[in-house]
């Protein structure tokens, strides 16, 4: 046995005196208890649902292959999908192993302040990094996985660093990062597997320690959970490591969590809910959620495959997003690098377009509350976000109407209080009450050059009910 290996069986009688930080006297916040009864019961820190829309970045060893999907592993040696069989055997040599794809990642013109100035430009509030997904590589230089990361292999740099002190040092954003619980082939988590979960060497050992080294080295206010491969929260500790995080952790107050921390409990437990992945309900939720979805339709990873119309446009981004805030929820919208570190031309242009569209609207979106009404009776395409103490109503519409009056079936006009606006206009807009419910909106007779946006608009309604 190696003395790492020694050192790994030891850490664990350690954990507690050496990852966790000590209690802070003057904090003197609601403790909670390692109970999901007490964690679910935590107030979701303001500042996420104010933010509204977040980046998500899936970038890993998954990005050398940059082949079908970012589970090319499993396609490829568990699953032995086809495709993905025959792609090694067209490009690689015989004897390939998935572990020699890790010095090929060398993210060679990776330049996180760059990547800061893009995302900043997004009009995103939040990005999620994925330190870590089933692969198990990890984006530091994580003391539990021993040459598998990216200090000791591929980049020999610290990503997770150089992107949290880019975006905290840059931007406005929240630094946040996803961690996958699971790897689909390390052994300890294969031999738990075969045990039912009654074993629990890999969380002890691999999973809370990194999450401890995470937390406290990086301070995310994101963690992302994410692939609890079938195994019940019990075996993570979920509930222990959450309450360390709500109560004792260098973010406990502002940091948000989602609801992946083992089997049966997503959509139920942690603090926001994603329910599953491209989540888009289209009604409102009583609980706080988030939309993860992809700018790629097929994958999370880069894919050198693509085609153009694999790919959303900004028509399509921009309705989910007003779909989504409309509903109460938040919209992280994924990006996959290049190996080498370059965010492609495709998703540099849909995160600027988006900026550009919040510039224009971002004050129907950010801050926002949900209405009494998510979106219209009468007229399709629209979608409706609150700002009570304005007395704001926003109707957010999609397409603009031929005739140049839009009907909206939901907001009553309070005659001599009422004005409508166009965002991004500026001057008041004419308008009529409808004889049953609603108003009918004079839109301005604009040329395509004087749109205030090209694909979405927004009216802002003040003192209707």
């Known amino acids: 046995m190696r003395p790492r290996e020694l050192r790994w069986l030891a850490l664990p009688l350690l954990l507690l005196l050496l990852l966790q930080p000590p209690p802070s006297p003057a904090h003197c916040a609601k403790r909670f208890d390692p109970t999901w009864e007490s964690l679910d019961a935590r107030q979701l820190p303001a500042w996420f649902d104010q933010a509204k829309f977040g980046i998500f970045i899936h970038w890993g060893v998954f990005s050398v292959p940059s082949f079908g999907s970012e589970w090319f592993w499993w396609y490829w040696q568990k699953e032995k999908i086809l495709k993905y069989v025959e792609f090694m055997k067209d490009n690689y040599p015989p004897n390939f192993k998935y572990e020699d794809f890790g010095p090929l990642f060398t993210a060679k013109f990776f330049n996180a302040n760059q990547w800061a100035d893009i995302f900043q430009a997004s009009g995103a ?5 994925t330190s870590k997904h089933h692969e198990g590589f990890t984006l530091w230089g994580s003391e539990y996985s021993w040459n598998w990361n990216a200090i000791d292999e591929g980049p020999k740099r610290d990503i997770v660093k150089e992107l949290e002190v880019a975006i905290r040092n840059r931007t406005d954003l929240r630094f946040g990062l996803y961690y996958s619980l699971f790897e689909w082939f390390h052994p300890l988590f294969l031999e738990d597997e075969s045990s039912s979960f009654h074993k629990r060497q890999f969380p002890v050992s691999k999973t809370l320690p990194e999450l401890y080294e995470l937390v406290n080295n990086y301070q995310p206010e994101v963690l992302w959970s ?25 973010v406990r107050d502002t940091v948000v969590t989602n609801d992946r921390w083992g ?26 959620w988030e939309n993860c979805m992809t700018i790629d339709k097929l994958s999370w990873g880069y894919r050198r495959e693509a085609g153009i119309s694999d790919y959303l446009t900004i028509g399509e981004l921009v309705k989910q997003l007003v779909e989504t805030v409309s509903c109460g929820g938040n919209l992280l919208m994924n990006i996959g690098p290049t190996l080498d570190g370059t965010i492609s031309v495709v998703f540099e242009e849909r995160l600027r377009q988006m900026g550009s569209w919040l510039k224009v609207n971002g004050e129907a979106i950010y801050e ?34 031929t005739s140049g009056q839009l009907f909206l079936g939901q907001p009553k006009a309070i005659l001599g ?31 395509i050059h004087q749109m205030p946006c090209k694909w979405g608009w927004a009216l802002a309604l003040t003192n209707v009910i």
């Open 125 to 129: 509030k939040y990005i999620v990094l």
């Open 226 to 250: 994410d692939g609890d491969g079938g195994a019940p929260d019990q075996y993570w500790n979920s509930t222990g490591f959450l309450a360390w995080l709500y109560n004792e952790s260098p």
């Open 263 to 288: 089997a049966g409990g997503i959509c139920k437990h942690g603090g926001f809910y994603t329910c599953s992945d491209r989540y888009n309900p289209g009604h409102l939720l009583p609980h706080k």
């Open 368 to 401: 926002t509350h949900t209405w009494r009404s998510q979106n219209d009776t009468v007229t399709p395409d629209v979608w409706y976000t609150f700002k009570p103490e304005e007395k704001l109503v926003y109707a957010i519409f999609l397409k603009w109407p």
């Open 417 to 447: 209080a009422t004005e409508v606006k166009l965002l991004g206009h500026g001057q008041p807009l004419n308008w009529i009450s409808l004889e049953q419910n609603g108003i009918m909106v004079e839109l301005p007779q604009l040329t």
